[in-house]
């Protein structure tokens, strides 16, 4: 029997070494438990769809250099932080001074810091479920600290605009913690974007822990080029009465997978996740969505929708799973997905378990074509069969484009998608 492939031994080289000691510990500590880890297979439940496009080989292994000069124009409105190959780039960057909030690079922190979040972080994620993100913990060069005091606003949308300079090969490993405290509210904008023409690999980390009555919104935006394998995770444990809405944007790429885990883990803690995703030509993306309803009268709501063209894949594992402790939860799932040609492929797989008896929980999935008898109506009042798919396909997603908070990642994500389609019904 041929044995399974394992980590190479090149990706667990040591990495900078400007951290504090106690993350340097925790980086070592991870590092040593990944060593002969199985890498993902078709046999691996999780990554049953994923695991052949995943290319995990020794050019990728190398840290790309991390800091340096972003080459990004920023003209947003609200902070920002730049990352360039996962360091913080200080000279780059704007964000706000005051009490209540700190911003922090981990290279920044002192000892007593630095140990206080080594025994935070991870504890977010299943390492079980997403394997890869532990890499990150192994390999991280730098991250950023965000900290809000109980009952701290941040007045504008903070932007981390996360850059990966592929004109060598090798790997990046943005990390972030949001530790918001007691009635704080926050919103947080994840881009992440490329330049460079080289193979590489993004391996990102977003985790989130919400006190009482916290609110946080989380907007995630992948808009990389067409050499990048992106593999993200972003964790979330809520406390009672806390609020946590999320909103991902994904175009594919060659490999491109996001686990999003929730731990509502208080009596009144709710969150709402919304997700779409489109592929053309052979591009991949999968979303794995966890939502642990752990304590009772908990809300969750979520709808991810998935566009796919060209021969590209696209993959929904969303799971919702009611603790035999969570009575009265109320959790609802719906995952629909459209395919603009014959070639295209999407998986979804929508599951609920539910251990108490008193609850309120839906799920459903749905997958189909452009409906002729809609576009044959479109027609036959003047508009023509490319814009009439172009009008359908939209309404397919607009929905959950509307929703999203911040005015410029909605025109960012408005005029990517135009993108997609014109160049998906050019030939139509």
């Not at 490329?194 to 980390?205: C, D, F, K, R, W």
């Not at 946080?216 to 609020?243: D, F, I, K, M, P």
């Not at 108490?356 to 069969?385: M, N, P, W």
Request: proline share 4%.
């Amino acid at each position: 029997m041929k044995p399974a492939p394992t980590l190479s031994s090149a990706f667990l080289k040591p990495a900078g070494q400007s951290l504090p000691q106690p993350l340097l510990e925790l980086r070592r500590q991870r590092g040593t438990a990944l060593a002969d880890m199985p890498l993902p297979t078709r046999k691996t439940e999780n990554w049953k769809y994923s695991s052949r496009y995943l290319q995990l080989n020794d050019a990728l292994a190398g840290s790309l250099p991390a800091g340096g000069k972003s080459g990004t124009a920023l003209a947003v409105p609200g902070y920002h932080v730049v990352f360039h190959n996962g360091a913080m780039v200080p000279e780059a960057s704007d964000y706000p001074d005051v009490d209540g909030i700190a911003i922090k690079r981990f290279a920044d922190l002192d000892d007593d810091e630095a140990r206080e979040l080594a025994e935070r972080l991870d504890n977010t994620l299943d390492a079980k479920a997403v394997q890869l993100a532990r890499l990150n913990s192994a390999r991280f060069e730098d991250g950023l600290l965000i900290r809000l005091a109980p009952e701290a606003v941040l007045d504008q949308p903070l932007f981390i605009i996360s850059e990966t300079d592929a004109h060598t090969s090798g790997s990046a490993y943005p990390r972030i913690y949001v530790d918001a405290g007691r009635h704080s509210q926050i919103t947080l904008v994840e881009e992440y974007i490329s330049n460079g023409s080289e193979p590489v690999m993004v391996n990102a980390v977003t985790e989130f822990t919400l006190a009482e009555g916290a609110q946080v919104t989380n907007v995630r935006l992948s808009a990389e080029g067409e050499n990048v394998q992106h593999v993200g995770a972003t964790g979330v444990r809520q406390q009672a009465h806390s609020r946590f809405d999320s909103h991902c944007v994904g175009f594919g790429g060659p490999m491109r997978r996001h686990d999003l885990q929730v731990r509502l883990e208080q009596s009144g803690a709710n969150c709402r996740l919304n997700g779409v995703v489109v592929t053309q030509g052979k591009q991949h993306y999968d979303n794995h969505t966890v939502i642990e309803h752990v304590a009772p009268h908990c809300d969750s709501e979520e709808t991810y929708r998935n566009i796919a063209a060209g021969q590209s894949h696209a993959v929904f594992n969303g799971r919702i799973h009611i603790h035999q402790d969570a009575q009265k939860s109320n959790a609802n799932m719906s995952n629909k997905n459209l395919l603009l040609d014959t070639g295209a492929e999407i998986d979804t797989k929508p599951e609920l378990e539910i251990y108490a008896d008193d609850v309120k929980c839906a799920h459903g999935a749905t997958v189909g074509q452009l409906d002729e008898t809609s576009i044959f109506y479109l027609v036959s009042r003047g508009i023509d069969r490319r814009n009439a798919r172009t009008l359908l396909t939209m309404a397919f997603i607009n929905e959950l484009i509307a929703q999203i908070p911040v005015e410029s990642v909605r025109e960012t994500a408005q005029a990517r998608l135009n993108h997609f389609i014109d160049q998906t019904f050019e030939e139509a």
